[in-house]
């Protein structure tokens, strides 16, 4: 089970629909064949946190994103409980590597600092953010789901030392050969204009705390108890670099914001346009 597929439908807008009726298949798969649900998770469902984001942490989110994937464990981990499947968890942070698309903060802001772009944050580009490497990602979820020591809890993917966007980039383009990125901060309420525009932005407002303040993945337990060890920056960076240069100039990025002409109030869209919002990513 992973993250929801990405495409039209499956918009953070729409996870309360098609969340849950997917989920509870998924637990009626693993009831009836007996296989273990190994479940793909993220680090919403704990909401802001003060300190590192340890697995012991309450799952307190305040937004509805949150709630729904704290609710969704927490019926896996009922299940388990009921001795009706086995369950685990991998939680990650903001995914880094080879990805298609390229649906992970950091690598699209990446994309632009390896073509001498300039990137637009939706947050403090100076505090430290954690990122988990794709290939550490699948290595726990195969470690977790083969260990029964693993089954009825949840799991933090080993990742690199947290480094500030700002600092992440710099090293991008260095390994692209590209100039020092230029890194402009979006005001949050010159974001919000968006909001009646780009449904998707409007949602992504519940997650921007990850984006202003520390948020730091401590995944010790995992690689104490299944000797799991993050892939070293260095490596992330020239790999994820490779890869963006492979998918040629003109990444397959997702689409957050449409063209003036391709919006049904274009005349009032194009302010937005004219300011550069549209060219967050």
């Not at 505090?127 to 020591?149: G, I």
């Amino acid at each position: 089970m992973t993250s929801p597929p990405r495409g039209p439908g499956w918009s953070y807008q729409h996870w309360e629909r098609q969340w849950p009726p997917l989920a509870a298949s998924l637990l009626r798969a693993a009831e009836d064949t007996g296989a273990v649900l190994t479940v793909m998770g993220n680090l919403y469902g704990y909401g802001p946190v003060d300190g590192q984001i340890t697995r012991d942490l309450p799952l307190s989110a305040p937004g509805h994103m949150g709630r729904l994937r704290a609710r969704m464990w927490q019926e896996a981990l009922a299940a388990h409980q009921a001795g009706r499947i086995r369950a685990t968890e991998v939680r990650a942070s903001d995914y880094m590597g080879v990805l298609s698309p390229w649906n992970g903060m950091l690598v699209l802001y990446a994309d632009s600092a390896r073509r001498g772009r300039p990137v637009f944050s939706f947050g403090d580009p100076d505090v430290p953010h954690s990122f988990s490497y794709v290939p550490d990602v699948a290595a726990t979820l195969a470690a977790v789901a083969t260990d029964e020591r693993a089954w009825g809890q949840a799991w933090h993917v080993p990742s690199p030392p947290a480094v500030t966007v700002r600092s992440a980039l710099t090293d991008v383009a260095e390994v692209a050969g590209a100039r020092r990125p230029r890194i402009v901060r979006i005001p949050r309420g010159l974001l919000r204009l968006s909001y009646p525009f780009v449904p998707l932005m409007r949602e992504l407002d519940e997650l921007l705390y990850q984006w202003d303040r520390p948020y730091v993945l401590d995944a010790s337990e995992t690689t104490q108890t299944f000797g799991i060890e993050a892939t070293p920056w260095g490596e992330v960076v020239e790999r994820t670099v490779g890869g963006l240069e492979r998918a040629g100039k003109r990444a397959a990025t997702p689409a957050l914001f449409p063209s003036p002409g391709d919006h049904p109030r274009p005349a009032r869209y194009a302010q937005l346009w004219a300011v550069g919002l549209p060219y967050v990513i």
